[in-house]
């Protein structure tokens, strides 16, 4: 199979609040985090390596881009006085099939099998000028290669667009228009006859209006005005035309209108419709210029594409967006659990702040099953990816627990919200794939599950948790991994814990038939486990029935409070 060229790897040290940080990219990668974990800085730094359309301000660093733990809590330590460097790593791989890209990114090879080349940014003083600091882009992973020239910058097309996009101003402006590569595409294939024609049809209508009696005394009043202002010699000529002379003028001076014939402005359009026009004339772009092979590769970064869009356009937006070829690439960021649930859960990559630094994790490192990742595409789809965004993850078996538990912290005084912490049904018992996948993704979790004792007593979730610690953790003591185990079913282990009986069969009476009151009393407080289950199905079901029951004063069983202290625990 044919490789293209991607952006594989990015390393970035002493960048703002990253200190260390090593990621494996894939030609689409989008990155979740909370606030202030290194999102934005993540994209900087790939921009500062390849984006030549960046900043000259932003692209000259200071003492304040460098990491703060360099510090070390004095206010007064200064990183450039002390000589520290900033370096910024990417990695490209698959590119020896296309030779443009091929001949410049050969000058930074580090490997041969498989074939990798590396660039690196440095922000770092230099001793043959007194230390004064320089930055630059250079071959290799340490940057004592080669400069990278503009070649390779002319073959790799950078599209950034920013959180607080401007698409109004950005359409409007010439020279930060995607309708601009568009616009030029057009001209140049445009018949010469044709714009003769044009030409001179502009040039009658120009001087048709001109020539009008309201219209040619605004401009003699004006040459008036400006050689009484500053004479001949400096007077401007200034005219008044309707369009430019040129028709390829003409093309440049094209607006974008919406509804259709009735041509309204674009500022008439919703902020959502306005990024939705913004992105697929971003695709068009994309596609001309590697169709006329002005460029070999497209690297597109997207901040926050979900912005002012409906949940449904954020997901179908992000699908048009998403590279069909390996000409393109894309690194986007999001808070959107739309955007994350609507791409291949091996895209996922989570940023989480810590004392040194950021830190990355990819979910591609999940030692998942190609059947595996195809059920947790399903899942995080269904469940709108809320575990991706999750500081901490309960895994449940299902629906009963997933309305319970919310429930039981409220009673242990435990504020879910506060401590980060998402209650995640699977819906099942088969928890080995989700705790490959929070790992892979750096998310503290702890499980519950029932006993579910067999008719000889022995527990099948004992058993079914020491086997997932067996295959994954070297056989460590469950619960000290965070597996925690019922006596029975949720229900049986609620009903005989303390005083909760009684309110159980209140429960269960208001919600069954006429006859449950009398069999719900000869239990006297001892029910079977096949006689509560058949009254918790009278009663409606097991989501029914924990609907009902949470909003009752229940004393929380003691593997379930284990569980919320494990994760309360966990850094």
Request: with cysteine; glycine share 8%.
């Amino acid at each position: 199979m044919l490789r293209f060229m991607r952006l594989s790897r990015v390393r970035v040290h002493n960048y703002r609040n990253i200190h260390g940080l090593d990621l494996e990219l894939g030609q689409v990668s989008v990155v979740v985090g909370e606030n202030r974990t290194g999102k934005t800085n993540l994209i900087n730094a790939i921009r500062l390596v390849l984006d030549p359309a960046m900043p000259y301000a932003e692209r000259k660093l200071t003492s304040d881009d460098f990491w703060d733990g360099l510090r070390k809590g004095d206010p007064t330590y200064e990183p450039m006085k002390a000589l520290e460097t900033i370096s910024i790593t990417l990695q490209f791989a698959d590119f020896q099939n296309d030779g443009r890209i091929a001949a410049v990114l050969f000058q930074g090879l580090v490997t041969t099998t498989p074939v990798r080349a590396e660039m690196t940014y440095v922000w770092a003083p230099d001793p043959t000028k007194g230390n004064k600091y320089r930055d630059g882009v250079y071959f290799g992973s340490n940057g004592s290669g080669k400069r990278v020239g503009p070649d390779l910058r002319e073959e790799i097309f950078v599209a950034f667009l920013h959180a607080l996009r401007d698409v109004e101003g950005d359409i409007r402006s010439w020279r930060k228009s995607p309708l601009k590569s568009l616009l030029e595409g057009a001209s140049e294939a445009l018949d010469p006859q044709q714009l003769e024609q044009i030409r001179a049809n502009l040039e009658s209508a120009n001087s048709t209006l001109q020539s009008m009696s309201p219209i040619q005394q605004i401009s003699t009043d004006l040459e008036s005005e400006l050689l009484g202002s500053v004479g001949r010699r400096q007077s401007l000529g200034a005219t008044l035309r309707s369009t430019p002379p040129e028709p390829l003028g003409l093309v440049r001076a094209m607006q974008l209108y919406i509804d259709g014939d009735r041509a309204r402005r674009l500022s008439a359009a919703s902020l959502g419709g306005q990024n939705i026009l913004y992105f697929a004339l971003l695709q068009m772009g994309f596609r001309a210029q590697i169709l006329q092979k002005v460029v070999s590769h497209t690297l597109l970064l997207v901040e926050e594409p979900e912005a002012h869009l409906h949940p449904h356009m954020q997901r179908a937006v992000l699908e048009n967006l998403t590279p069909r070829d390996g000409q393109t690439s894309m690194v986007v960021t999001t808070h959107s659990p739309h955007v994350a649930s609507a791409v291949d859960a091996r895209h996922l990559i989570r940023l989480k702040s810590g004392l040194t630094g950021s830190t990355g994790f990819s979910a591609r490192s999940a030692a998942l099953s190609s059947r595996e990742w195809d059920d947790m595409n399903r899942y995080l789809n269904a469940t709108q990816a809320e575990m991706v965004f999750a500081d901490k993850v309960l895994l449940v078996e299902g629906y009963a627990e997933e309305v319970l538990l919310p429930a039981f912290a409220a009673i242990l005084n435990i504020d879910l919200d506060k401590e980060g912490i998402s209650v995640c049904a699977i819906h099942g018992t088969h928890f080995e794939s989700y705790l490959k996948f929070c790992d892979a993704l750096g998310i503290p979790w702890a499980l519950l599950t029932d006993g579910d004792l067999d008719a000889q007593s022995v527990s099948a979730g004992q058993a079914r948790v020491t086997r997932f610690s067996a295959n994954n953790y070297g056989g460590a003591s469950p619960a000290s991994l965070g597996m925690f185990v019922g006596d029975d079913t949720l229900e049986l282990d609620l009903y005989a814990t303390g005083a909760n009986g009684s309110i159980v069969d209140s429960v269960l009476v208001e919600l069954g038939s006429s006859n449950t009151g009398s069999r719900v009393g000869a239990w006297n407080g001892k029910p079977s486990k096949s006689s509560l289950i058949s009254e918790v199905v009278v009663a409606g079901g097991k989501g029914r029935f924990a609907q009902r029951l949470a909003s009752e004063l229940v004393e929380v069983p003691g593997y379930v409070k284990a569980s919320l202290d494990y994760l309360l625990a966990s850094k």
